[in-house]
C-alpha cells in the first residue's frame, strides 16, 4: 500500500526520517524540476558562492524536462530523466539542502553513502510514463533559468504523484538490494542444477 506523502512546500524531517528503501509513495504538494543544465548552474553558482535563483532547502528536486502543454493540458509529457546524468551535481545540491531528488535509474554504488551523509531520499518515477505521470500535475510555473525552455526550473503542483523510495536517508539502496537478491537466486538455481538427480540409479 502506497504511502501518502505531504510536501507543501518541504519534505518534513520527519518523513524523511520514517521513508524507507522500497517504500511506495503518492507526493503531493510542491515539486521544483531540473535536468542537466539547470543543475549544473545551481552547482556553479554554489561553487562561487553566488545567492540561487531559489531555495533548495528541505525541498525535492523532480528530474525531468516537461514537453509544452498541448491545449486543455495543465503540462505536456513528463518524465523522469535518468538520474546518474546529475551526478556530477549530486554532492553540491544536498549539501546546499535539497531533501530528495526524483528520476529514473540507478546511481553508482558511492551514491548512497552521499544521499546518507546529506539525509537526502532518492524517488524514481516509472520511465517511458511521462504522459501518465502528467496527469498528477496540478499547476506548473518557470521559476528560474526560463533561457533552458523546457529545462528551465519549475514548481510543480501534484496531486497524489507516484513514486518509490529507492535510497533512504539511511543509505539503503532498492537497485542494490534486488540486485543482491537476485545474485542469491542465481547461485541457488545454479546449485540445484549442479546436483545429482536424485532419481537417476546410482
Known amino acids: 500500500m502506497a504511502t501518502e506523502l505531504y510536501v507543501d512546500p518541504v519534505l518534513s524531517l520527519a518523513d524523511i526520517?520514517?521513508?524507507?528503501?522500497?517504500?511506495?509513495?503518492?507526493?503531493?504538494?510542491?515539486?521544483?524540476?531540473?535536468?542537466?543544465?539547470?543543475?549544473?548552474?545551481?552547482?556553479?553558482?554554489?561553487?562561487?558562492?553566488e545567492p540561487l535563483p531559489v531555495d533548495l532547502r528541505g525541498r525535492i528536486v523532480y528530474a525531468v524536462g516537461p514537453t509544452p502543454a498541448k491545449p486543455g493540458q495543465v503540462i505536456g509529457s513528463a518524465g523522469p530523466t535518468t538520474a546518474a546524468r546529475l551526478r556530477p551535481y549530486l554532492k553540491a545540491l544536498l549539501?546546499?539542502?535539497?531533501a530528495g531528488l526524483m528520476g529514473?535509474?540507478?546511481?553508482?554504488?558511492?551514491?548512497a553513502g552521499v544521499f546518507q551523509r546529506h539525509q537526502g531520499v532518492y524517488f524514481v518515477a516509472l520511465g517511458g510514463a511521462g504522459a501518465l505521470l502528467a496527469k498528477a500535475v496540478t499547476a506548473?510555473?518557470?521559476?528560474?533559468?526560463?533561457d533552458l525552455g523546457p529545462e528551465a526550473i519549475h514548481r510543480l503542483r501534484v496531486e497524489r504523484f507516484p513514486a518509490i523510495v529507492a535510497i533512504d536517508a539511511e543509505g539503503n539502496d532498492l537497485h542494490r538490494r534486488a540486485r543482491e537478491e537476485?545474485?542469491?537466486?542465481?547461485?541457488?538455481?545454479e546449485a540445484r542444477r549442479a546436483e545429482p538427480d536424485a532419481g537417476t540409479p546410482g
Not at 509513495?25 to 543544465?37: N, S, Y
Not at 537476485?182 to 538455481?189: A, P
Open 104 to 111: 529514473k535509474g540507478d546511481w553508482p554504488p558511492e551514491a
Open 182 to 189: 537476485w545474485r542469491k537466486r542465481l547461485g541457488g538455481m
Open 17 to 49: 526520517g520514517r521513508l524507507k528503501a522500497g517504500d511506495q509513495v503518492l507526493i503531493t504538494g510542491e515539486l521544483l524540476t531540473a535536468r542537466d543544465a539547470a543543475c549544473g548552474r545551481l552547482a556553479r553558482a554554489l561553487a562561487a558562492g
Open 95 to 98: 549539501s546546499a539542502g535539497m
Open 140 to 146: 506548473v510555473e518557470v521559476v528560474a533559468y526560463d
